[in-house]
T-cell receptor, first 116, second 112 residues
Framework: DADVTQTPRNRITKTGKRIMLECSQT?????MYWYRQDPGLGLRLIYY???????NKGEISDGYSVSRQAQAKFSLSLESAIPNQTALYFC???????????????FGPGTRLTVL | QKEVEQDPGPLSVPEGAIVSLNCTYS??????FMWYRQYSRKGPELLMY????GNKEDGRFTAQVDKSSKYISLFIRDSQPSDSATYLC????????????FGAGTRLAVHP
């Protein structure tokens, strides 16, 4: 079974609808992340969480919100979807490595979201 | 100017070729340099990791960091069709948690 799972894998919705993307992990990691990927722009960080009580905005958080329901679950919501939120969305997890080393992040398979 | 620049390709090579993938960056404070590989319809996975300058080799893959030129490279020797994927460079600063800054990714196709 995959260590990081995302649901749904594909979603088509209409402008103005509320959408929730879910992420679950069995790696036992404390840190979880949401990214979006757009052609030519790479991966951009939306939100990240170091534990259940710690939520932080990334570089492109406007129009998004998150909920960390448990150590293993991190959800991303689009309160009122708009067409320029059409993208691939990835959840990732990490754990603190050896002292001084940055985290290796483990990515889920992605959700392809289309907003019409 | 983006902090990390990466030619999106696509790059098409014959099987067995040596592939060179590159990224340039503008912030000299980056200390950690990574290459992620992303197959179609999959999430990225860490391929190579380098701290500061120098080379690192792992099988057919070699990662190089030239901090004086703010330039990193990934070389793939004896490329295989299974190497066909998008390769993303990523960088971060030193100490504690620092977010990863990704390049746009280079799409590579290795044809038999």
């Amino acid at each position: 079974d995959a260590d990081v799972t995302q649901t749904p894998r594909n979603r088509i919705t209409k402008t103005g609808k509320r959408i929730m993307l879910e992420c679950s992990q069995t790696k036992g990691h404390d840190r979880m992340y949401w990214y979006r990927q757009d052609p030519g722009l790479g991966l951009r960080l939306i939100y990240y969480s170091f534990d259940v009580k710690d939520i932080n905005k990334g570089e492109i958080s406007d129009g998004y919100s998150v909920s960390r329901q448990a150590q293993a679950k991190f959800s991303l919501s689009l309160e009122s979807a708009i067409p320029n939120q059409t993208a691939l969305y990835f959840c990732a997890t990490s754990d603190l490595g050896t002292s001084g080393r940055t985290d290796e992040q483990f990515f889920g398979p992605g959700t392809r979201l289309t907003v019409l | 100017q983006k902090e990390v620049e990466q030619d999106p390709g696509p790059l098409s090579v014959p099987e067995g070729a040596i592939v060179s993938l590159n990224c340039t960056y503008s912030n000299s404070a980056f200390q950690y340099f990574m290459w992620y590989r992303q197959y179609s319809r999959k999430g990225p996975e860490l391929l190579m990791y380098t701290y500061s300058s120098g080379n690192k080799e792992d099988g057919r893959f070699t990662a190089q960091v030239d901090k004086s030129s703010k330039y990193i490279s990934l070389f793939i020797r004896d490329s295989q069709p299974s190497d066909s994927a998008t390769y993303l460079c990523a960088m971060s600063f030193s100490g504690g948690y620092n977010k990863l800054i990704f390049g746009a990714g280079t799409r590579l196709a290795v044809h038999p």
